[in-house]
């Protein structure tokens, strides 16, 4: 279908292409909208939701959060005449890509399409390239499987008893979740990008070392990058481009608009909604600051006051619904609650157990935290690779480490496979 409207918006009229790509726009957006959030919808309208009234709980089709934003931007960027149509083969091997189809990088249309004509004959990658893939591919295997698992155990745990929670167990387990995430989506993202390289395939890379920011616009330019690019180019722009005049207070209702919206694509859950809501008011704030040339705040405040803001927002988005939210941040907030070190203490070994396997969780939880905030990103290292014997070491050594923990426990699926 999004393939037939891209060739009609491609040959009609003006009037015709525009309502051809409302159409598809429609179109794609209620299928989403069916799969996703009828229940949710349904649910908030107090009339349905006071008399129970369900619609049949549909399961999600494989990767449709993901390949809905890839029509769409094909059918936008066919329209803005910023591309050709692609053959039938090409758009169904865009959409379906496989590294990218479950959970991203965001892939746009004219930066994939145009590589698979080259692809016709083609032998394969380089052996450099195959190298690169493979130590990107390493580097994001063992961010997941080492990095992120090794701080998933204190998150999982701590917001399933977020009621025996002393203050310092909150704080640190709403950390550890911060750190779970990045390590998790980022190496799915460093793997997507290996797997696309091993055919010759260029996606874009997604993130670069976002927790060391030191503002929430900066945050946003190197977390999800290829997220951020899209809710600037077809949710910000167009809502910036409806308003008669500019100004800074539109600008500002734009990116929270934006931004909530995004939200909203996790998920149908308020504390999306609420996580897209307060990354909105932050970028929002920034903006003004800047505009405004307000004094600036010193380096280390500044990275603290980011930090806050996308860790407060990803209690929302991890907790289950809005009262556990809340009430997880009464936990961290309880200033009369146990602050001594013994129940944090307890609490580790009991998550980590105790003898050699505890030490390399420890020692694991430690390399996350100063790769997380200090050296050189994975997307800078994966620039910066040379074929060199040091780099094929770092490899077998990243990938028997990475086997070493598959074996050793219970691998956990990805976050954003929920999504």
Same mark, same amino acid.
């Given at each position: 279908?999004?393939?037939?409207?891209?060739?009609?918006?491609?040959?009609?009229?003006?009037?015709?292409?525009?309502?051809?790509?409302?159409?598809?726009?429609?179109?794609?957006?209620?299928?989403?909208?069916?799969?996703?959030? /009828?229940?949710?919808? %349904?649910?908030?309208? *107090?009339?349905?939701?006071?008399?129970?009234? /369900?619609?049949?709980?549909?399961?999600?089709?494989?990767?449709?959060?993901?390949?809905?934003?890839?029509?769409?931007?094909?059918?936008?960027?066919?329209?803005?005449?910023?591309?050709?149509?692609?053959? &039938?083969?090409?758009?169904?091997?865009?959409?379906?890509?496989?590294?990218?189809?479950?959970?991203?990088? %965001?892939?746009? *249309?004219k930066r994939i399409v145009h590589q698979f004509p080259a692809l016709n004959g083609f032998a394969g990658p380089d052996a450099d390239t195959v190298a690169r893939a493979?130590?990107?591919?390493?580097?994001?295997?063992?961010?997941?499987?080492?990095?992120?698992?090794?701080?998933?155990?204190?998150?999982?745990?701590g917001f399933a008893n977020i009621s025996s929670l002393s203050t310092v167990e909150a704080w640190c387990f709403a950390i550890s979740y911060v750190f779970q995430i990045?390590?998790?989506?980022?190496?799915?993202?460093?793997?997507?990008?290996?797997?696309?390289?091993?055919?010759?395939?260029?996606?874009?890379?997604?993130?670069?070392? *976002? /927790?060391?920011?030191?503002?929430?616009?900066?945050?946003?330019?190197?977390?999800?990058?290829?997220?951020?690019?899209?809710?600037?180019?077809?949710?910000?722009?167009?809502?910036?481009?409806?308003?008669?005049?500019?100004?800074?207070?539109?600008?500002?209702?734009?990116? &929270?608009?934006?931004?909530?919206?995004?939200? &909203?694509?996790?998920?149908?859950?308020?504390?999306?909604?609420?996580?897209?809501?307060?990354?909105?008011?932050?970028?929002?704030?920034?903006?003004?600051?800047?505009?405004?040339?307000?004094?600036?705040? *010193?380096?280390?405040?500044?990275?603290? %006051?980011?930090?806050?803001?996308?860790?407060?927002?990803?209690?929302?988005?991890?907790?289950?619904?809005?009262?556990?939210?809340?009430?997880?941040?009464?936990?961290?907030?309880?200033?009369?609650?146990?602050?001594?070190?013994?129940?944090?203490?307890?609490?580790?070994?009991?998550?980590?157990?105790?003898?050699?396997?505890?030490?390399?969780?420890? %020692?694991?939880?430690i390399a996350g935290i100063v790769a997380a905030l200090a050296g050189k990103s994975t997307d800078q290292l994966g620039r910066d690779f040379k074929p060199t014997m040091?780099?094929?070491?770092?490899?077998?050594?990243?990938?028997?480490?990475?086997?070493?923990? /598959?074996?050793?426990?219970?691998?956990?699926?990805?976050?954003?496979?929920?999504?």
């Open positions: 279908m999004n393939w037939q409207l891209a060739r009609l918006i491609s040959n009609a009229s003006p009037q015709r292409r525009k309502t051809y790509l409302q159409a598809g726009l429609v179109l794609n957006i209620g299928y989403l909208c069916t799969f996703k959030y /009828l229940n949710f919808f %349904i649910g908030s309208i *107090p009339y349905f939701a006071h008399h129970h009234i /369900l619609a049949p709980e549909l399961a999600f089709p494989l990767g449709i959060s993901f390949f809905t934003l890839a029509q769409i931007m094909y059918l936008i960027d066919c329209y803005e005449q910023l591309m050709p149509p692609s053959s &039938l083969f090409d758009h169904a091997t865009f959409v379906s890509f496989f590294p990218y189809v479950i959970s991203g990088p %965001i892939s746009r *249309p493979m130590y990107l591919f390493s580097m994001g295997l063992v961010k997941k499987v080492v990095l992120a698992d090794a701080f998933s155990k204190a998150a999982d745990y990045y390590f998790d989506f980022s190496g799915y993202s460093d793997m997507a990008i290996a797997s696309a390289l091993f055919f010759g395939i260029d996606v874009q890379h997604n993130f670069d070392a *976002p /927790l060391r920011t030191k503002s929430i616009i900066e945050f946003w330019q190197r977390w999800h990058i290829s997220l951020t690019s899209f809710i600037t180019t077809y949710i910000y722009t167009p809502i910036l481009k409806s308003f008669s005049r500019v100004t800074l207070a539109r600008s500002a209702f734009a990116t &929270l608009l934006a931004m909530t919206i995004a939200g &909203l694509w996790h998920g149908p859950n308020w504390t999306f909604v609420i996580f897209g809501a307060i990354h909105g008011l932050g970028l929002a704030t920034n903006q003004y600051w800047r505009k405004k040339k307000m004094p600036k705040i *010193p380096i280390l405040a500044s990275w603290l %006051i980011t930090f806050l803001v996308y860790l407060f927002s990803f209690v929302f988005f991890r907790a289950p619904d809005i009262h556990a939210s809340l009430f997880y941040f009464s936990r961290m907030f309880s200033w009369h609650l146990s602050l001594s070190g013994g129940n944090l203490a307890a609490t580790y070994k009991l998550l980590n157990g105790e003898g050699p396997m505890a030490a390399i969780l420890l %020692i694991a939880q040091l780099n094929y070491l770092t490899v077998s050594a990243c990938a028997l480490f990475a086997l070493f923990y /598959l074996n050793s426990s219970v691998a956990k699926p990805f976050v954003y496979f929920r999504f």
